[in-house]
């Protein structure tokens, strides 16, 4: 039996959000329940949010506390938020159910989270209004320079801002701002639950920045808005999307676990950082502010806490970077710098990881989508390293994907509340989502998406072709799975989540290696 059952609504059904999740979770040996996935809508389809209400009611009774992607309550998915044509009012009025749940279960804990409408910069629609094939990139513009001018009143910006601008149709621009401005509505009554209590913690992620922008402009009048209410322990708001329901569950569960025992100690992380100058000037590409604040923000937002000593640490955070700017392997961005690989940082990873004397991760951080094959390649030639005695790893996506979603598992894997009470299973649970991220942010998403859509181009194939993905991927990443010490770990096929190679989905699952999975399989 589950120590805790945590009933979630994600962000959408893909797995890195969802299964992804529920392994998480059972590394601390709780369940996270979330509707099937075949209930959370389709890439630009929306689930059918009736549905979910009837859902959450019918299962609240039987859970310990809530975590909810209110994008996926109020728009039915991230991704629809942006587009979905209903108005503000009705809108509004779903979340009447999170007054409902607090009125029916005022002690369980309630958490939710919501994106800032985003600004991508770019001319690619898939996620977007269809007109962002033709005026994406200048609707950027607009909105950087218009606010940039707002913060700096420099008459260039103000220039620059205008002349993006008079490009775009003035029915484009309406639609545009109205929908921002009905989304931004939704926030604000999303906020003043907070104040009345009903919403216990929330984070408001920003999805796809900068340092300026309509959506920056937004972020102030928030984080004014919760400076003036003193709510700053229970409203977070920092660049992330994806990553946000890893570290609310782990925020919760520590709740839950301080409740049952009135005492929890906060995990312990060490920042070992790979090239500390670079790293300390880094600034995320699609984010808003250097890295480690990112790392601060992330950590705090999971409930752990960072020092100074590795002595002091119950694990280290190896943070890898090549230089002050990422690289990104889905956008085909290389390096603008390369320090390269630090022999020295270089040579004490190896023997953390080869001697595992103490818990250690990776987040790697040179390249946006996807980790660094180099620094991985090194590790896998060492002798007497094998990755599978990492604590965990990140190269996923964005930067805060990858803290947020790392940093959760730490707070699962390495915690005095988990070492006290750990147990094979526990551990397997960890190396299964450990083999997961390898397979995906480093194998897939550096090494072999490019060579999938090289071949998907000479072949004539449209993207997110399934057969060539097993015959390019498959066979190479199982064979990698026992090299690297991942015996337990069966991948049993790959797919496209969303019939795209941007992200990959892998079937994966644990042999029956312990007395404890055994058991567990027989119950």
């Known amino acids: 039996m589950s120590k805790f059952k945590i009933l979630a609504l994600s962000v959408d059904g893909r797995p890195v959000t969802r299964e992804q999740v529920q392994l998480l979770a059972r590394i601390a040996d709780c369940e996270l329940l979330c509707p099937p996935v075949e209930s959370l809508g389709y890439f630009r389809q929306p689930a059918d949010r009736d549905q979910l209400a009837d859902w959450v009611m019918q299962n609240a009774a039987s859970a310990d506390g809530f975590i909810f992607s209110l994008d996926m309550l109020v728009y039915g998915g991230l991704v629809p938020s942006r587009f979905i044509e209903d108005v503000g ?6 979340l009447e159910l999170l007054k409902d749940l607090k009125q029916h279960y005022p002690d369980k804990p309630l958490y939710g989270f919501c994106a800032t409408m985003r600004m991508s910069n770019n001319n690619e629609n898939e996620e977007e209004k269809l007109y962002w094939a033709q005026h ?3 609707i950027w513009s607009w909105s950087y320079f218009s606010d940039r001018y707002a913060c700096l009143h420099d008459q260039e910006d103000k220039e620059r801002a205008e002349k993006a601008r008079v490009k775009i149709p003035e029915t484009i621009q309406r639609d545009y701002l109205s929908t921002r401005a009905r989304n931004f509505s939704v926030t604000q ?3 003043a639950m907070v104040e009345d209590k009903i919403i216990d913690r929330l984070v408001l992620p920003q999805d796809d920045t900068a340092e300026y922008g309509f959506n920056i402009g937004e972020r102030r009048q928030l984080q004014s808005w919760v400076a003036r209410k003193q709510l700053h322990d229970n409203v977070l708001i920092y660049p992330g999307a994806d990553e946000v329901i890893y570290t ?6 520590q709740v839950l676990e301080q409740r049952r ?3 929890v100690s906060p995990i312990k992380i060490a920042v070992r950082a790979h090239h500390p100058s670079a790293l300390a000037a880094m600034v995320a590409r699609y984010e808003d502010r250097p890295v480690m604040e990112s790392i601060h923000c992330q950590v705090d937002a999971a409930g752990a806490v960072i020092v100074e000593c590795e002595e002091e640490a119950d694990v280290v955070l190896a943070v890898h970077c090549r230089g002050k700017v990422q690289g990104d392997w889905a956008m085909q961005y290389p390096l603008s710098e390369d320090l390269g690989l630090d022999d020295e940082w270089l040579a004490k990873l190896q023997r953390d990881v080869r001697e595992a004397h103490r818990p250690i991760a990776i987040l790697d951080l040179a390249y946006a989508n996807g980790g660094d094959p180099e620094l991985l390649s090194v590790l896998e030639d060492t002798s007497n390293v094998r ?3 990492l604590q965990g790893y990140s190269g996923w996506n964005t930067a805060s994907n990858s803290i947020g979603s790392l940093v959760a598992q730490l707070c699962f894997s390495v915690s005095p509340q988990s070492q006290a009470h750990s147990t094979e299973n526990s551990r397997e649970q960890n190396r299964h989502l450990l083999a997961i991220r390898l397979l995906d942010d480093y194998l897939y998403q550096s090494r072999f998406r490019q060579i ?6 000479s072949l004539s194939l449209a993207d997110g072709d399934i057969e060539l993905l097993r015959e390019v991927y498959l066979d190479t990443a199982r064979q990698w799975l026992q090299q690297q010490g991942f015996t337990d770990v069966v991948l049993d096929d790959v797919y496209f989540p969303w019939r795209r190679s941007f992200e990959v989905g892998l079937s994966t699952l644990l042999t029956q290696t312990s007395r404890q999975l055994s058991v567990e399989a027989s119950a």
């Open 89 to 94: 009012p009705s809108l509004e009025a779903r």
């Open 136 to 138: 994406g990139t200048d």
């Open 189 to 191: 009554k999303v906020l």
């Open 248 to 253: 609310l569950l782990a925020h919760q569960v």
């Open 261 to 263: 025992h009135n005492s």
């Open 387 to 389: 990755l599978s005695t």
């Open 452 to 457: 999938l859509r090289e071949r998907q181009q």
